[in-house]
Antibody
Framework: EVQLVESGGGLVQPGRSLKLSCAAS????????MAWVCQAPTKGLEWVAS????????YYRDSVKGRFTISRDNAKNTLYLQMDSLRSEDTATYYC?????????WGQGASVTVSS | DTVLTQSPALAVSPGERVTISCRAS??????MHWYQQKPGQQPKLLIY???NLESGVPARFSGSGSGTDFTLTIDPVEANDTATYFC????????FGGGTKLELK
């Protein structure tokens, strides 16, 4: 069974950093591109960042470029999202999703609240 | 950025046929996918590549379209189809539509 389990969410002050992790199991992690998608409270889905199978290619939405870094450790079957210089508008549930094209499996999400 | 536009809400009766539309601001070929999200849950893939049914998804769900205009059809609608449905394109980076909330009468 494919499983994606996010961790690392929480309450953080504006300007501070947070690192999310996504532990993958039930499939060959290194064969899949991966992505982070966020959803602000009562809002729709927003793509945040994607990474290729080997990690050599990364892609970001404009609003997080230079602040967020997506990475992966294929030996540990884990995806990461380093979030720096956090803003109140980054408050959302962050989902880890499998796929470099269509996102065919999703984690349950990690909640991030940016507030003083 | 490729903007995807969906109507915000629809209300239908169980047993009816419903079509949910998604219009792209530029062509995305057939790289359009549909997801269902119920309250408090993560999204679930229904249709990929505009018209391909994801494994395990009931055949009541179908998708069509290419270029800029796409539809998700549910026929017949059942009570547990109450959810928000999102389209997503992967032709030009990745973007999601704003979602269509489906309510049952």
């Amino acid at each position: 069974e494919v499983q994606l389990v996010e961790s690392g969410g929480g309450l953080v002050q504006p300007g501070r950093s947070l690192k999310l992790s996504c532990a993958a199991s039930g499939f060959t992690f290194s064969n899949y591109g991966m992505a982070w998608v966020c959803q602000a409270p009562t809002k729709g889905l927003e793509w945040v960042a994607s990474i290729s199978t080997g990690g050599g290619n990364t892609y970001y939405r404009d609003s997080v470029k230079g602040r967020f870094t997506i990475s992966r450790d294929n030996a540990k079957n884990t995806l990461y999202l380093q979030m720096d210089s956090l803003r109140s508008e980054d408050t959302a549930t962050y989902y880890c999703a499998r796929g470099g094209d269509v996102m065919d499996a999703w984690g349950q999400g990690a909640s991030v609240t940016v507030s003083s | 950025d490729t903007v995807l536009t969906q109507s915000p809400a629809l209300a239908v009766s169980p047993g009816e046929r419903v079509t949910i539309s998604c219009r792209a601001s530029e062509s995305v070929s057939t790289r359009m996918h549909w997801y269902q999200q119920k309250p408090g849950q993560q999204p679930k893939l229904l249709i990929y590549g505009a018209s391909n049914l994801e494994s395990g998804v009931p055949a009541r769900f179908s998708g069509s379209g290419s270029g800029t205009d796409f539809t998700l059809t549910i026929d017949p609608v059942e009570a547990n189809d109450t959810a928000t449905y999102f389209c997503q394109q992967s032709w030009n980076d990745w973007t999601f539509g704003g979602g269509t909330k489906l309510e049952l009468k």
